[in-house]
């Protein structure tokens, strides 16, 4: 699902920069802030509509039980990690003069915050010092709060997590509206 939301908005603005029609994003009479909305809310539909086909796909699957143990957790710590790399694919796009820019970001930072989050293990397991990184990226927590919604275990603290989730995406949007107002390397 993060990669998803990634995806869909790091390309938008991109797209429109490569293309040269970046001004149909800017001509409407819309704000920043509907504008960042919109982008935004793009990418978390995109990374619900993928979350929701493979969750139906594996409910299907004969010997598969996906059934949640905590819907709000799923859904929160969905739209949590959503939004927050719908804000990155935002600043992406806006800093990215070429696809291979934008490629690099998902190569080198969305890709490996998100193996190294726990996704494929419990930090448990690890040493202090590396169970100490682990907390400091904020995929862990999208990632441990939505393990908690489907199995009720978690690596960290759930209500942590979701504070954590909060006020990054918080500062994320704020960034992000900041650097839409001023119109950096979109407005000529």
């Given amino acids: 699902m993060m990669n998803n939301s990634f995806a869909n908005s790091s390309f938008s603005l991109l797209a429109g920069k490569m293309q040269g029609t970046l001004v ?63 804000f990155i694919g935002v600043l992406t796009s806006i800093w990215a003069d070429k696809f291979d820019h934008a490629a690099a970001v998902n190569n080198f930072v969305i890709g490996p915050m998100t193996l190294l989050s726990g996704t494929f293990y419990s930090i448990s397991s690890l040493s202090p010092l590396f169970r100490g990184i682990s907390h400091a990226n904020p995929f862990f927590y999208a990632i441990s709060g939505f393990r908690y919604g489907f199995v009720s275990a978690s690596d960290g603290d759930v209500l942590a997590g979701s504070i954590v989730l909060l006020a990054l995406n918080i500062a994320l949007a704020t960034l992000c509206y900041a650097v839409l107002r001023r119109g950096w390397k979109i407005k000529a």
Avoid: C, K, N, Q
């Fill in 24 to 86: 149909d994003y800017l001509m409407p009479p819309l704000s920043t802030g509907e504008l960042l909305f919109s982008l935004v809310a793009a990418a978390i539909t995109r990374a619900f509509m993928v979350g929701g086909a493979l969750w139906i796909a594996m409910a299907l699957w004969p010997g598969v039980h996906v059934a949640p143990a905590h819907l709000w957790a799923i859904l929160w710590f969905g739209l949590m990690g959503a939004a927050l790399t719908a």
